[in-house]
């Protein structure tokens, strides 16, 4: 099966630009979760899906982050507009409904540099 | 609050030596810790899970809920060991995890 996949693998943008990110989960997981790491920080939760509603978006930092996952398929991640901290790499994951995280599957993530 | 804590950023062992990567908890309810590894130019997998009590790779990693910690233990390191370890910690709804800061280990020839 296809594993998780998220686009684009690398970007670099200017402060103040939009980028929109995306993640494709495993083809049947409802689950869909968003993490972050930045520079020389831990990885850190942002979001959790559950087919289109937001379970748990507590994780998110500020209102400039915009999660969307329209018909419970591909999620976006939109940071708008982008500031030097948000550089980092951003990761999805998807699981089976009622596994938690023991069906974890995370994406290559994307590598974010705000320059 | 929960938090995770791996006090060693890199751990170089040679080859055949034994290793431990240490991580740390607090968490007030029943904890379930996790290891994930990142191989070069690899995405983050899961390698083991102390609920299962299993052996992956030769690694293993006991729960010790008076000290809190959940230490990865491999008894021969390997040089395709090398990577990057996380221990995670999931809350009750199972749906966050918490990181530690990750471990480089690097097994030298």
């Known amino acids: 099966e296809a594993g998780v996949t998220q686009f684009p693998s690398h970007s670099v943008i200017e402060k103040g630009q939009t980028v929109t990110l995306r993640c494709d989960p495993i083809?049947?997981?409802?689950?869909l979760y968003w993490y972050r790491r930045v520079m020389g920080k831990e990885i850190k939760f942002l979001l959790h899906?559950?087919?289109?509603?937001?379970?748990?978006e507590s994780g998110m930092p500020n209102n400039r982050f915009l999660a969307e996952r329209t018909g419970g398929t591909y999620s976006t991640l939109k940071v708008q507009p982008a500031e030097l901290e948000d550089s980092g790499v951003y990761f999805c994951a998807s699981s089976q409904l009622g596994t938690g995280n023991y069906g974890y599957t995370f994406g290559s993530g994307t590598r974010l540099t705000v320059v | 609050a929960q938090r995770v804590t791996q006090p060693e950023k890199l751990l170089s062992v040679f080859k055949g030596a034994p290793v431990e990567l240490k991580c740390n908890y607090s968490y007030s309810g029943s904890p379930e810790l996790f290891w994930y590894v990142q191989y070069s130019r690899q995405r983050l997998q899961l390698l083991l899970r102390?609920?299962s009590r299993e052996s992956i790779k030769g690694f293993t990693a006991d729960l010790n809920k008076g000290e809190t910690s959940f230490h990865l233990k491999k008894p021969f390191a390997q040089e395709e060991d090398s990577a990057m370890y996380y221990c995670a910690l999931i809350n009750n709804a199972g749906n966050m995890l918490t990181f530690g800061g990750g471990t480089r280990l690097m097994v030298k020839p």
């Open positions: 899906f559950v087919k289109e509603s937001k379970q748990d």
């Open positions: 102390h609920i």
């Open positions: 083809s049947g997981h409802d689950n």
